[in-house]
């Protein structure tokens, strides 16, 4: 017999390990072993070896294992490929705070080699966490196959990638500004910058414009510190003001350097004097502006941002100004400028101004644009086929929205930035020669080979400076120190993880994969990577790229219950595993407010976390948290996620749980070989149609990538077709029917809850699988697990007569319980029915359903008559009138007291949310999800007055 309470710790572990044990998520497991039967893959996004779950792994983990368990049930080759990123900064940045804490050497000091051994030590102890917490939450992932993007044969991809690139001419070294890092000293990804919203300033300078004395331009900045950099002023070229001076050059003050009026486009006629300064080595738009007007690029700091004056390559910089300011940080930079400016009367005005200003994700550092040489990849190329591919229907975006912003991104691709300056990840293999000659190769042999060459002597590897010994003649060639963006390796993660370059047996059957799940913030990043790279390097046999998967699944962001982003510094994080298995108040608040900066904000944080979670947060186990995901999962729409909803499906797997022992105390055991064709009972009949209805409308949801529907639907049924209703109408028949209605009733029962776990096992795989081994204890053996078992495939179980019928249960059953609750009728207390003007199918549905009837609606008698009692409630239904006699059950004059202070009470908060939606201000100020909430509690004060009103007007009529 099934505990009596269901406890998701008591089984999830021990499931998840049977399930791993017995081989079911590896490749090809499943109903069937034709080895030739359709394939269904699934790459997992990588998750970053140094990370842990968050909800956004939670929702896309999910909707993956849910595709997974479905397709597998459904009888294909499933493979799930799982495997994780080496994460260049995050990981290098974990191990160098690690080495500090332990007071160990720092990298620099240990060297490159020591330090990489570091990392690897560091990952092999503590990398991967993240994999068991994917366990967790029930991810069936085929985890004998797991990969690293620094595995043996994902570098060696790698590698043969990058030099085919540099061979077909698409990869290449080029000077172009980069997002720079001056505290990780590094160029990072715009996926790696975030921007925050600052209150700043606005300075406008006036530029002495040569010849025209007494003539100015002004040009406003929000980083004068640039200023040193300028190597041009532009105007728009439609701007009258200006033409008369295009073409003649103003003089830099500060510096004195002599720099051109340029007319261009970017100039906004509209903003501030209409000029703008140009500082191409320091500002994106400017480079480009730059570029077209062939102006010098001036770059004027190191890679410590601050002030060098040893990287400017054009003029010479006055004595007193390089004695000032050379080696001056970059803010301290601005003050002593805009100080200068000042004395020398060109500072014309400062506005305050609120601007975005580009922090580094992990240094937490104001990032600078900055001019070096890099490794590109010219992404315009490579981007002209992944185009086509959506374009001509190849791949699909769920939802097709998200084809617009792939498009817009894709036509107006920018060269791929892909070197790093870090010593964790995949080294770049090019080497240079003494003249700076570039030699790119998969091995330094292969370097050596193209060096000895071309230089016709013999070359040698340059691996320190101490290396070179003057007394040889050999030339020495050195490898580029920089590493590969990270998204390059992942890039290729939807062919090298099967196995490319090798013609694996899984690539041949694995790819391409069917469907990618991933949220829309990586779609430039990843996505659109993928497909590039996919496509140039997968070719049929007829040379034509082929596409990396057929869909992509979109889905949305995980938000705070009022909508708000989840975030550390907000204090509404939401631990999945803390949601599994519960966590006390204290550790909650604790957890919190680590390592946050400012005290204040740590005050604030946990004060908000006591007053919302005075009991912490309860377990509520992974189903409950999947399910919730899966039924809020709505296409397009981001979660509002909040614990009550995940409170309500923990009871929903309380009441499936409920409903199971049901079965089992009322010995409903599976029958070997039953067809729910034959039953003969209308309600058997009809739960059988009603199971095969809500069958389809999930997999038909499923197969749309629409699993709020999927979940809904399944939901639905199991809550309120089976429970709520088959089961209570069952009680009649399995209490006192005849022998063959009770034992046709027990095995339908126990067929349709294997139909519900089956149906419900992609979304809640543990309680679905404890239960489908439990149940068939005391019936016939399964012949598998429910993870392998098939997915249902039911038809001809329509039945419109059946159907009918229990509806006029159903129907009249749900009338009187109304009658019940609006007059305040005790929960005991039993009453007559009095039906008149029955027809003949009336009666007999009276006739087969009477002891149904008075069961579920707690009536003491149904008597057929024409004769309706004075004062009954009556109620129309169908052909017949319903009529209840209630006077004497309930206090009438009391009743109608009550409901008048009721409605005098809805009628109070009716004024009170309609002033304050009245008053403009509040509408202004408080956030949308506060005005939303208070018209939501308008509309259903507004109804609760409707139903009062209607049911005093009842009691009126029965009064006279």
Same mark, same amino acid.
């Given at each position: ?34 080895? #030739? ?111 690293? +993007? ?55 300078? $006036? ?71 140009? %500082? ?84 937490? &550092? ?27 229907? =190849? ?121 990618? &799940? ?27 790229? &082929? ?180 089961? =209570? ?15 046709? %009733? ?21 309680? +679905?699988?404890?239960?489908?081994? $439990? ?8 012949? %598998? ?12 179980? =329509? ?47 009276? =006739? ?38 209630? $006077? ?25 949310? %309609?002033?304050?939606?009245? #008053? ?16 939501? $509690? ?23």
């Amino acid at each position: 017999m099934l505990e009596k309470k269901y406890q998701p710790s008591d089984i999830e572990n021990r499931i998840y390990k049977k399930w791993e044990d017995a081989g079911a998520f590896r490749a090809g497991a499943g109903v069937s072993d034709d080895p #030739n039967r359709e394939s269904f893959s699934i790459v997992i996004p990588p998750p970053n070896v140094t990370g842990s779950l968050h909800m956004g792994h939670a929702l896309n983990n999910t909707i993956q294992d849910i595709l997974v368990r479905f397709e597998r049930m459904r009888g294909k080759d499933v493979l799930w490929q799982p495997g994780m990123d080496h994460a260049g900064i995050a990981t290098q940045m974990v191990v160098e705070r690690r080495l500090a804490e332990a007071g160990q050497p720092d990298r620099r000091t240990m060297g490159r080699e020591a330090f990489v051994e570091k990392i690897w030590e560091w990952k092999e102890e503590s990398g991967g966490a993240i994999f068991n917490q994917l366990r967790r939450l029930g991810a069936s992932c085929d985890w004998s196959r797991e990969r690293f +993007t620094m595995d043996e044969g994902l570098s060696e991809a790698v590698l043969k990638v990058f030099v085919q690139l540099y061979e077909d001419g698409l990869i290449y070294k080029d000077q172009r500004l980069v997002n720079w890092d001056p505290k990780l000293e590094t160029a990072i990804s715009d996926v790696e910058v975030e921007p925050q919203e600052t209150q700043g300033h606005m300075w406008h300078f $006036k530029y002495p414009v040569k010849g025209e004395e007494g003539r100015f331009i002004t040009v406003a900045t929000t980083r004068p510190e640039t200023m040193l950099g300028d190597s041009a002023v532009a105007v728009h070229p439609d701007d009258e003001r200006y033409s008369d001076i295009v073409g003649k050059t103003v003089i830099l003050p500060i510096v004195g350097r002599e720099i051109p009026i340029v007319a261009d486009d970017y100039a906004d006629p509209e903003k501030g004097s209409g000029a703008v300064k140009i %500082t191409p080595a320091h500002d994106f738009n400017d480079f480009e502006v730059g570029r077209r007007n062939k102006l010098e690029m001036i770059n004027i700091f190191d890679r410590h941002a601050c002030v060098d004056f040893g990287m400017v390559d054009t003029g010479s910089v006055p004595e007193v100004v390089y004695e000032k300011y050379q080696g001056m940080e970059r803010f301290a930079a601005r003050k002593a400028i805009v100080k200068e400016m000042d004395e020398l009367g060109l500072l014309e005005k400062i506005d305050d101004h609120v601007l975005q200003v580009p922090y580094g994700d992990r240094s937490g &550092v104001v990032i600078e644009p900055w001019l070096t040489d890099q490794w590109y990849v010219n992404a315009e190329e490579l981007a002209k086929p992944a185009i086509a591919a959506v374009k001509e229907g =190849e791949v699909k975006f769920v939802p097709s929205n998200w084809d617009k912003t792939y498009y817009e991104w894709m036509n107006n691709i920018q060269p791929w930035c892909i070197s790093r300056q870090l010593w964790w990840g995949h080294q770049i293999p090019a080497w240079y020669g003494p003249d700076d000659k570039v030699f790119v190769a998969e091995s330094e042999e292969g370097a050596i080979a193209q060096a000895t060459d071309f230089y016709k002597k013999e070359v040698r590897i340059l691996r320190s400076e101490v290396d070179a010994d003057p007394s040889y003649v050999d030339i020495y060639i050195k490898r580029d120190e920089d590493v590969l963006d990270t998204w390059f390796s992942s890039g290729l993660w939807a062919f090298s993880t099967l196995g490319w370059p090798e013609n694996t047996r899984e690539l041949e059957k694995y790819y391409p994969t069917s469907t990618l &799940v991933t949220g829309f913030d990586i779609i430039f990043y990843w996505v659109a990577r993928m497909m590039m790279m996919s496509l140039h390097f997968m070719k049929d046999k007829d040379g034509k790229g &082929v596409i990396p998967f057929e869909t992509i699944y979109m889905h949305a962001l995980v938000r705070d219950e009022h909508g708000k982003k989840m975030s550390k510094s907000k204090g509404n994080v939401l631990d999945p595993l803390d949601i599994i298995d519960g966590i006390d108040l204290e550790s909650l608040v604790a957890k919190r407010t680590v390592n946050l900066m400012n005290p204040k904000d740590a005050k604030k944080i946990e004060k908000a976390t006591r007053k919302g979670y005075q009991d912490g947060i309860i377990p509520h186990g992974t189903d409950a948290l999947r399910f919730t995901l899966a039924a809020m999962a709505a296409q397009g729409r981001d979660i509002k996620l909040s614990l009550p909803r995940i409170e309500g499906y923990r009871n929903f797997a309380t009441k499936l749980w409920n409903a199971s022992r049901f079965t089992q105390m009322n010995e409903c055991v599976r029958v070997d070989g039953f067809d729910p064709k034959t039953a003969e009972l209308a309600l058997n009949k009809w739960i059988a149609a009603e199971m095969q209805g809500a069958l389809a409308d999930v997999t038909l949801a499923i197969e749309q990538y629409k699993f709020n529907e999927a979940a809904n639907a399944a939901y639905h049924f199991t809550w309120h077709i089976f429970c709520d209703w088959y089961l =209570e109408l069952i009680k009649p028949v399995l209490h006192e029917g005849e022998a063959s209605a009770r034992a046709e %009733t027990r095995a339908m029962t126990a067929w349709v809850l294997d139909q519900v776990l089956l149906m419900l096992h992609p979304f809640m795989p543990f309680i +679905t699988e404890e239960l489908w081994e $439990k149940l068939a204890e005391h019936g016939t053996d399964r012949d %598998t697990m429910l993870i392998l078992a098939s997915w249902p495939q039911l038809e001809g179980l =329509e039945n419109a007569a059946a159907h009918e019928e229990i509806d006029w249960v159903v129907r009249l059953v749900t009338e009187v319980r109304s009658v019940r609750a609006e007059m305040n009728i005790p929960a005991g207390a039993r009453i007559p029915m009095v039906v008149s003007q029955s027809g003949k199918e009336t009666q007999l549905r009276l =006739e087969a359903h009477g002891e149904t009837l008075k069961w579920l609606a707690r009536l003491d008698k149904i008597v057929v008559s024409d004769d309706i009692p004075e004062g009954a409630i009556q109620i129309v239904h169908d052909e017949a009138v319903i009529a209840l006699p209630l $006077k004497d059950v309930i206090d009438i004059g009391a009743e109608c007291d009550r409901l008048g202070k009721q409605i005098g009470k809805a009628d109070k908060e009716i004024m009170m949310f %309609t002033k304050k939606l009245g #008053n403009e201000k509040f509408v202004a100020k408080a956030p949308p999800a506060v005005v939303e909430e208070q018209k939501g $509690k308008l509309a259903a004060a507004q109804e609760l007055k409707g139903q009062l009103e209607e049911a005093l007007k009842r009691f009126e009529d029965m009064a006279g």
